[in-house]
């Protein structure tokens, strides 16, 4: 997804999916807003990105890295049984990875998340104490 | 998984799923046999590995460029229309990430592949072609 000049914007379907956590260096990380599962995305702040192998290798490895931050903050704040980390982008093209907190008691275990059931919202102060846990392991630490 | 004094070995059901492609530096590279598409995995040949962020830091920088030379070695030989790169492990728990070829025209598009159609078993060559082709590109560029 490319705007004017070739600036980073993130896709609408993205964008209409997700609440805000924060910016990384490189990487714009969004919650799904699904119940069901804690979910958050990483779409690196460059125009025109598909695919991993779009990237030169210096933000690959610093994209690499930031995954790694937020899959662990993630773990930390859900003490989740598992992780799933995934580039898949079928339906929306902008790259874009996923890091899935798994029990398995969730809706969808052990089976991926994806199209088993239908998204459930969060209440708002659920979402705000989710987001607040995973900021401050991501960025006060 | 591991074996005598924490070796490594490959999880029974990996084994049972997959042809051997060949060993990187760290990984194991499997291809797992489903002709609906072309599917890759990587095993990171140490003991006691489930998560990505298990991997020590210089391991997993290796790990993750083995995965960026698979992927590409993948979709160079497949001239594949996307690529889905997973690290799930519900169901092994043993540290594998998938590399997957994907076309708008193949049996679960534009879903994930997982559950969605049994596997299909390659004809021989069929599958011989497909190796010989990536393990060209993996280890005579």
Redesign the interface.
Same mark, same amino acid.
């Given at each position: 997804m490319s705007g004017p000049a070739g600036a980073f914007a993130l896709h609408p379907q993205l964008q209409a999916d997700t609440h805000p956590v924060g910016d990384l260096d490189l990487s714009r990380v969004l919650l799904i807003d699904d119940a069901n599962y804690p979910w958050l995305l990483l779409v690196p702040r460059r125009a025109d990105l598909?695919? $991993? /192998?779009d990237l030169g290798d210096d933000e &690959?490895?610093r994209f690499?890295s930031e /995954?790694?931050a937020v =899959? &662990?903050a993630l *773990?930390d704040a859900t003490a989740c049984e *598992?992780?799933?980390? =995934? =580039? $898949?982008?079928? =339906?929306v093209p902008q790259l874009h990875v996923h890091v899935i907190a &798994?029990r398995r008691t969730d809706a969808a275990?052990? *089976?991926?998340v994806?199209?088993v059931v239908p998204p459930r919202a969060y209440a708002d102060d659920e979402r705000e104490r989710l987001l607040q846990s995973i900021r401050t392991r991501l960025w006060t630490s």
């Open positions: 598909t695919e $991993l /192998i &690959r490895s690499m /995954i790694t =899959a &662990r *773990k *598992k992780l799933n980390v =995934a =580039a $898949l982008g079928n =339906a &798994r275990w052990p *089976k991926p994806w199209g």
